[in-house]
C-alpha cells in the first residue's frame, strides 16, 4: 500500500507557473507507475499526465502538451508535475494517483489517490 500527499498548489495569474509534488510513503515506490488527474468544479475527474514506474513512458492530455512536464525522483518518493503557461481553464483540484500498472491513462487502473491540491488560474 502506498499513501500519497500532494503540495504546492495556489493562485498564480494567467502565463504563470506552478510546480506540484506527491510524496509517496512505503519502500516500493518503484513498484508504481503515477499519474496527474484534475477535476474542475462540475466536471469529471480528468487524466492530466502519468509516468511509467522506470520513468521511461510519460503521456499527457492533448490540454497540456507541451506545457506541462512530469517526472519522478526514485531516490525521494517523490513524483512532480511542473505546470508552465497556465490558462485559466487549468483551474482544478489536481490529484497524485499510484497504479500497479507498468503504465496507464485511465483512472480505472490507479488504486491509490492523494486528497488534491487547488490550483487557480486567474485570467
Known amino acids: 500500500q502506498v499513501q500519497l500527499v500532494e503540495s504546492g498548489g495556489g493562485l498564480v495569474q494567467a502565463g504563470g507557473s506552478l510546480r506540484l509534488s506527491c510524496a509517496a510513503s512505503?519502500?516500493?515506490?518503484?513498484?508504481?507507475?503515477m499519474g496527474w488527474f484534475r477535476q474542475a468544479p462540475g466536471k469529471d475527474r480528468e487524466f492530466v499526465t502519468a509516468?511509467?514506474?522506470?520513468?521511461?513512458?510519460?503521456g499527457y492530455a492533448d490540454s497540456v502538451k507541451g506545457r506541462f512536464t512530469i517526472s519522478r525522483d526514485t531516490a525521494k518518493n517523490t513524483v512532480y508535475l511542473q505546470m508552465n503557461s497556465l490558462k485559466p481553464e487549468d483551474t482544478a483540484v489536481y490529484y497524485c494517483?499510484?497504479?500497479?500498472?507498468?503504465?496507464?491513462?485511465?483512472?480505472?487502473?490507479?488504486?491509490?489517490w492523494g486528497q488534491g491540491t487547488q490550483v487557480t488560474v486567474s485570467s
Open positions: 494517483a499510484a497504479s500497479r500498472n507498468t503504465y496507464s491513462e485511465g483512472t480505472q487502473a490507479y488504486a491509490y
Open positions: 512505503g519502500r516500493t515506490f518503484s513498484s508504481y507507475s
Open positions: 509516468i511509467s514506474r522506470t520513468g521511461g513512458i510519460t
